[in-house]
């Protein structure tokens, strides 16, 4: 049997020089962190800035001039409110209202969009775009291999970018070209860390020297594991944890990105589950003593764990879970068996962290 080639970004030989320990992570050789550590990176990116290369991501192009109205129908969310230059986050759903995959998508012109997937969904979502295109006078193109993608997070994200751009910035949530260390880039103002800071979308034969610089000025080289960490704390959901086929976005609490009017696919079941509720609900926790939960950690009494990590920043276990949803409030404490020991827990509101907690909490 043989084992599966991994892929590799053209990255692949800076994060060798930074001594990464590498990872197979959905097909791909990708850093899971470097010399300085998980904790190192994340404080990183919470205190200053760091950068992640995410060039596993997929990309999509959609243009023509139905368009808009294509990724109407196959975006949960309502395209027609995004201006050129505009960032929208979505969900790909079928027709049962399940999750497919959650995707940014940034509109580049009035009939150009690109859409960003998960590593793991992105052949899929482009077959399944691909396959709902009919009748619509658009075209669907892999864009995954124009561009690395790296993402500049922290508080100083955006200063440490700026000095090497050669204009001002998008703001948050907006996307625009940009020259970047002299070489063209699209510059989107978003991320997954809820920091500040931006994406890069680059050509694969400039990403080498725009890292090389982004390090010299002190960005911090981060991993998976720091992503990871980040995100949790600040409650985003990961598809394959909190996001899956099974669960559709109400029970997600993901309802603020779906617009059922615009008739998209999956909206009939989208309506009929925020109308008459949902059995469980994503809910945010903090660990009430020692130890963490992971994912697939049953919840006494009903439910799941999806994720679990110990937050640098807390110094608490935190992660989310489904509960039922007459327990998923704020407040409800639980108990969550790992590996045959009771942990308690508490459900506690998004996101988890606040700059201003870790104030408080010294």
């Known amino acids: 049997m043989t084992t599966p080639t991994l892929r590799r970004t053209p990255l692949f030989a800076a994060h060798l020089d930074a001594n990464a320990r590498l990872v197979p992570f959905e097909g791909w050789e990708m850093p899971v962190h470097y010399a300085e550590g998980i904790r190192a990176e994340h404080e990183a990116v919470r205190n200053a800035v760091g950068v992640f290369d995410v060039s596993h991501m997929g990309e999509v192009e959609i243009c023509g001039a139905d368009a808009e109205p294509f990724l109407q129908h196959v975006h949960s969310n309502?395209?027609?409110?995004?201006?050129?230059?505009?960032?929208?986050?979505?969900?790909?759903?079928?027709?049962?209202?399940?999750?497919?995959?959650?995707?940014?998508?940034?509109?580049?012109?009035?009939?150009?969009?690109?859409t960003v997937t998960n590593a793991s969904n992105h052949e899929r979502d482009l077959e399944w775009l691909r396959s709902h295109a009919g009748g619509f006078a658009v075209r669907v193109d892999d864009a995954a291999g124009r561009y690395v993608m790296l993402a500049v997070q922290g508080p100083l994200a955006?200063?440490?970018?700026?000095?090497?751009?050669?204009?001002?910035?998008?703001?948050?949530?907006?996307?625009?070209?940009?020259?970047?260390?002299g070489c063209e880039a699209l510059v989107c103002a978003t991320g997954y860390t809820g920091e500040d800071g931006v994406e890069l979308l680059l050509d694969p034969d400039d990403a080498p020297a725009i890292w090389d610089e982004l390090l010299r000025r002190g960005a911090v080289p981060?991993?998976?594991?720091?992503?990871?960490?980040?995100?949790?704390e600040v409650g985003y959901p990961l598809y394959g944890n909190e996001l899956s086929p099974d669960r559709n976005p109400i029970e997600a609490g993901l309802g603020w990105a779906c617009a059922e009017e615009t008739r998209f696919i999956g909206s009939l079941a989208v309506g009929a589950a925020r109308a008459d509720g949902t059995a469980?609900?994503?809910?945010?926790?903090?660990?009430?003593?020692?130890?963490?939960?992971?994912?697939?950690?049953?919840?006494?009494?009903?439910?799941?764990?999806?994720?679990?990590?110990?937050s640098p920043s807390l110094g608490v276990g935190i992660g989310m879970a489904y509960l039922p949803s007459e327990r998923a409030v704020v407040g409800e404490t639980f108990e969550i068996d790992v590996r045959g020991r009771l942990r308690s827990a508490v459900v506690a509101s998004r996101p988890l962290y606040r700059r201003e907690s870790r104030e408080t909490d010294g």
Not at 166 to 175: E, K, N, S, T, V
Not at 280 to 308: C, H, M, W, Y
């Open 78 to 114: 309502d395209v027609g409110r995004m201006a050129v230059g505009g960032a929208q986050y979505a969900l790909i759903c079928n027709e049962d209202g399940g999750v497919l995959d959650d995707v940014f998508t940034y509109r580049l012109a009035a009939d150009r969009f690109l």
């Open 158 to 181: 955006r200063e440490l970018v700026q000095a090497i751009a050669d204009r001002p910035l998008p703001a948050r949530m907006q996307a625009g070209p940009r020259i970047v260390l």
């Open 280 to 310: 469980e609900k994503l809910v945010a926790f903090r660990i009430d003593g020692p130890g963490i939960a992971r994912q697939g950690n049953p919840v006494v009494g009903g439910g799941e764990v999806t994720s679990g990590t110990m």
């Open 222 to 232: 981060c991993g998976l594991a720091a992503r990871d960490t980040l995100r949790l």
